[in-house]
Each structure stands twice: as C-alpha cells, then as structure tokens.
C-alpha cells in the first residue's frame, strides 16, 4: 500500500510521458550498469577478458543516446524522430544482448568463444625469459571462464538480461502514441 502510494507519480509521468521516462530509464540502467562492470573490474579485481569489454560498447552507445531521447521527448521534437531514435536504441541494447548470450554460451561450453581470449604466444628463449613474460606480460582473462557468478548466472549471462529489459522499454516505448503535455 505504502509503496503503491509512493509509486504512483511516477506511473503517472510514465504513463503521459512514456518516451521522456524511457529514454531517462534506459540512461541510468545503462549507466548503473557499466558502473557495475567497473566495481567488479577496479573494486573486486576482476579482470574482465576480451569479450566481457566488447559487452560495455552497446552501453557507452546507448548512454548518451537514451539521453538524446529524453532531451527530445521533453523539448517536444517531432514524434518520428523520437520514435526511430527508441528504435535505434532498442536495436543497440538487442546487439548487447547478443553478445551477452554469445558470452555465456562459450562460458557454458555450448559454442567456442572467441579466439582473442588466448594469451599471445611469443617463444622465450630462456627460463628467465619465460619468468619475465608471466610476471610483465598482459593479463588476459579467459572468455570461457565464468569469473563470477550469481544465483547461477555470470556477469554475461546478467548482462544479457539487463540488455534485453532495456531492449523491451525501448520497444515499448516506441510503440506508444504521441505523449501528452
């Protein structure tokens, strides 16, 4: 009851102003997101392989585009461009859960990830030399190694889930009429 109370303006703005509250949700999503991504990556020492930051593109697309839309929505711009706009963005958040199902497969073994995930090869000549590659070389984290899991799902299996819910209010979004003043 409390929080239906306290809910209820935002459903309310939401539901005049669908595009203006899409645009603002999938911003702070996105941004919560890839701020998620840097805490496991900086905070926790996670370092995050090839793929794992190939995932972090759609986000840094989507951001400042999700933005646009709600700048849009709220100075009133012309309902087709908001409409492509939410649509573009639905389609970038869809890449993003692309690559987040793609990632989990090869974590589950169900295809092979890809092939940038190997540590380069370079031939030591000696025994100090194969010390000095270990100890200064590039750490690369495995793709098909799940660095950390939560109720049984990886950070990419996540990922693919937050794209996909931002996916959807994007595509909702697009598909509601023009919003009211």
Known sequence: ?????????????????????????IAVA????????????YVLGLA??????????PYYVAI?????????AAFKAPALLVRLALLVLAGIMIWGAYLGVYHAGAEWGFWAGPTTCAQPVTIARTPGDLLRQIQTGPRIADC??????????????WNALIAAVLALVALAAASRREERA
């Open 30 to 41: 996105a941004a919560g997101t890839i701020l998620g991504a840097y805490f496991f990556q």
């Open 48 to 57: 995050p392989c090839p793929l794992c930051l190939e995932q972090r593109t």
């Open 64 to 72: 400042p585009l999700a933005l646009a839309v709600a700048a849009a």
């Open 144 to 157: 098909t190694v799940a660095a950390w899991r939560f109720l049984g799902v990886s950070l990419a299996g």
């Open 1 to 25: 009851m409390i929080l239906r109370a306290a809910t209820a303006p935002l459903a309310e703005a939401a539901g005049s102003k669908p595009w203006l509250s899409a645009g603002l949700f």
